[in-house]
C-alpha cells in the first residue's frame, strides 16, 4: 500500500519568495514516482512536477523544483519567486511503476496563500 | 488538442436515482482514471480502464457504482440508487498509457460536481 502525508496546515508566503511545501510518502514498491498538482479556487487539477524514485537528479519545471530525499522518503515542492496566481491548494501524489500500480495515491492537500 | 472533458459538470439528484456521469478522454490517451474527490480532500481512486478493459475496479465503493469504456474512448460512471454519502466531486483523468517511464502524468477533467438531496 502507498501512503502520502501532507501535514502543513494552511501556508502563507509574501509574493517574490520562495516557498517550501513539504511531502512525506511510504511504500514499498521499489520503483515508483512521485507528482505534484495544483488546485486553484476554479478547481481544476493542473499538473506541475514529476520525479521518478530512480532519478538521480532532483526535477525542476521552471520555478518548480522538487527537493527528492529518498532516504527520508521526501518530496518537498519549491516554489520560487512566488506570484498571487500560486495561491491554490497542492497535492503530492504517487503511484507505482506498472500498470497493475498505475493509480495516483494523493495527500490531502496543502493551501498555499500568497501575500501581495 | 482538447483536454480531458466531462458532463454533465453538475447534477442535483434525489435520494434514489440512477446517474450517469461522461468522461471524454484526450484523443489516443489508453489509460482512463476515475477519482472521488471529498471537499477539502485529494482524490480518491476508483476504477480504470486500459482501452476498453477494466484493470481495476478495487477503489469503487459498492456494487452500487459501475463503470465502463465499451469502446476504449468515452468512459461513463454509472450510480445507482443514490445515497447522500455519494455527493462528491467526480473526477477523470487520461493518460498516455498506464506504465510510468517518463512520468507519464494523468491529465484530469474539470470534474462533475454530484449533489444527492
Known amino acids: 500500500a502507498q501512503k502520502i502525508t501532507q501535514t502543513q496546515p494552511g501556508m502563507f508566503v509574501q509574493e517574490k519568495e520562495a516557498v517550501t511545501l513539504d511531502c512525506t510518502y511510504d511504500?514499498?514498491?521499489?520503483?515508483?514516482?512521485l507528482f505534484w498538482y495544483k488546485q486553484p479556487s476554479s478547481g481544476e487539477m493542473i499538473f506541475l512536477i514529476y520525479?521518478?524514485?530512480?532519478?538521480?537528479q532532483n526535477a525542476t519545471e521552471g520555478r518548480y523544483s522538487l527537493n527528492f530525499q529518498k532516504a527520508r522518503k521526501s518530496a518537498n515542492l519549491v516554489i520560487s519567486a512566488s506570484q498571487l496566481g500560486d495561491s491554490a491548494m497542492y497535492f503530492c501524489?504517487?503511484?507505482?511503476?506498472?500498470?497493475?500500480?498505475?493509480?495516483?495515491?494523493f495527500g490531502k492537500g496543502i493551501t498555499l496563500s500568497v501575500r501581495p | 488538442g482538447a483536454g480531458v472533458s466531462q458532463s454533465p459538470r453538475y447534477k442535483v439528484t434525489k435520494r434514489g436515482q440512477d446517474v450517469a456521469l461522461r468522461c471524454d478522454p484526450i484523443?489516443?490517451?489508453?489509460?482512463l482514471y476515475w477519482y472521488r474527490q471529498a471537499l477539502g480532500q485529494g482524490p480518491e481512486f476508483l476504477t480504470y480502464?486500459?482501452?476498453?478493459?477494466?484493470?481495476?475496479k478495487s477503489g469503487l465503493p459498492n456494487d452500487r457504482f459501475s463503470a465502463e469504456r465499451p469502446e476504449g474512448s468515452i468512459s461513463t460512471l454509472t450510480i445507482q440508487r443514490t445515497e447522500q454519502r455519494d455527493s462528491a466531486m467526480y473526477r477523470c483523468?487520461?493518460?498516455?498509457?498506464?506504465?510510468?517511464?517518463?512520468?507519464?502524468?494523468?491529465?484530469f477533467g474539470p470534474g462533475t460536481r454530484l449533489t444527492v438531496l
Open positions: 483523468a487520461s493518460s498516455l498509457w498506464s506504465g510510468l517511464a517518463g512520468g507519464n502524468e494523468q491529465f
Open positions: 511504500t514499498s514498491d521499489p520503483s515508483y514516482g
Open positions: 520525479q521518478g524514485s530512480y532519478d538521480q
Open positions: 501524489a504517487m503511484r507505482g511503476d506498472t500498470g497493475a500500480n498505475s493509480k495516483l495515491t
Open positions: 484523443s489516443g490517451h489508453v489509460s
Open positions: 480502464f486500459n482501452y476498453e478493459a477494466q484493470q481495476d
